[in-house]
Nanobody, 124 residues
Framework: QVQLVESGGGLVQAGGSLRLSCAAS????????TGWFRQAPGKGREFVAG????????HYADSVKGRFTISRDNAENTVYLQMNTLKPEDTAVYYC?????????????????WGQGTQVTVSS
């Protein structure tokens, strides 16, 4: 089992920045991907960004490309999501997820472990 804990959410004005963290503990795989997803009220959970274990590959949703950056520190078992130029439409609960895969998947159903989520609210 892998436990994931997100942190770093909060309230920010449009144009501002936040950095989310996802700390992993428990069983660690030799190779796994980590993804960030978000879910706004009344909407489904959507893929935001993903990163491979080596960080050699990343992938972003078109809606956040150029504004968000995903990175990881394997020594700390932590994945980060730097969010810049935030917009009100970025308001959602953000979840990190992990899967023992070699490739980044955008489907939530490919991920085996999930954190509890952290709220991000962007005011206009």
């Amino acid at each position: 089992q892998v436990q994931l804990v997100e942190s770093g959410g909060g309230l920010v004005q449009a144009g501002g920045s936040l950095r989310l963290s996802c700390a992993a503990s428990g069983r660690t795989y030799s190779s796994y991907i980590t993804g960030w997803f978000r879910q706004a009220p009344g909407k489904g959970r959507e893929f935001v960004a993903g990163i491979t274990w080596s960080a050699s590959n990343t992938h972003y949703a078109d809606s956040v490309k150029g504004r968000f950056t995903i990175s990881r520190d394997n020594a700390e078992n932590t994945v980060y999501l730097q969010m810049n130029t935030l917009k009100p439409e970025d308001t959602a609960v953000y979840y990190c997820a992990a899967a023992s895969r070699d490739y980044i998947f955008i489907s939530r159903y490919e991920y085996d472990y999930w954190g509890q989520g952290t709220q991000v609210t962007v005011s206009s």
